[in-house]
């Protein structure tokens, strides 16, 4: 079965960290780009971060720069996200996404809970 | 940055109605449109890409029109399952950015 699930949520207080990761399976992970959308309780979509099928091209909404890190293990098929110096802004649903039958990210993983809070 | 004003914010609509839920992009994105639906407590599920080309598996009443900067997803024929949340994605340039989401109720 071709499926994304994410893994690695969780609660952690201001300013702290997590390591959020994305298990693929079904398809063949190192040809597709990856991407990390989020959504806050009760809000709209938002882009995060994109990394290239080689990783070799990385790109960050201005709202993650300096603070978010996506790498991915091709020979794991896997993708990851290091959040840093997290704030209440962070707290969201993390989803992974990925365009492979179409140029859209027609393929979602079930997301998982971050919430940040003392 | 590309931003994407989506209307209505919300609907109300019965079943068997049409409806139109439209995107504007703040500058022209071609026909890097997408649309996707969410139901409560699922991911997102894509519909529709490039503006009008409906996806694999996706009902035909589902459909999606525009280029440049004016967009429009069309409903035709609710179903009691297309109650749920749309928002259309722009994918021309990155940051990616999405609609702030239209949700559909039954009227």
């Known amino acids: 079965e071709v499926q994304l699930v994410e893994s690695g949520g969780g609660l952690v207080q201001p300013g702290g960290s997590l390591r959020l990761s994305c298990a693929a399976s079904g398809f063949m992970f190192s040809s597709y780009e990856m991407n990390w959308v989020r959504q806050a309780p009760g809000k709209g979509l938002e882009w995060v971060s994109y990394i290239s099928s080689s990783g070799s091209v990385i790109i960050y909404a201005d709202s993650v720069k300096g603070r978010f890190t996506v790498s991915r293990d091709n020979a794991k098929n896997s993708l990851y996200l290091q959040m840093n110096s997290l704030g209440a802004e962070d707290t969201a649903i993390y989803y992974c996404?990925?365009?492979?039958?179409?140029?859209?990210?027609?393929?979602w993983g079930q997301g998982t809970m971050v919430t940040v809070s003392s | 940055d590309i931003q994407m004003t989506q209307s209505p914010s919300s609907l109300s609509a019965s079943v068997g109605d049409r409806v139109n839920i439209t995107c504007r992009a703040s500058?022209?994105?071609?026909?890097?449109v997408a649309w996707f639906q969410q139901e409560p407590g699922k991911a997102p599920k894509s519909l529709i890409s490039?503006?009008?080309t409906l996806l694999s598996g996706v009902p035909s009443r589902f459909s999606g029109s525009g280029s440049g900067t004016d967009f429009t997803l069309t409903i035709s024929g609710l179903q009691p399952e297309d109650f749920a949340t749309y928002y259309c994605q722009q994918y021309n340039t990155y940051p990616i950015s999405f609609g702030q989401g239209t949700r559909l109720e039954i009227k």
């Open positions: 500058q022209g994105i071609f026909h890097y």
């Open positions: 490039a503006a009008s």
């Open positions: 996404a990925s365009p492979t039958m179409s140029d859209v990210f027609d393929l």
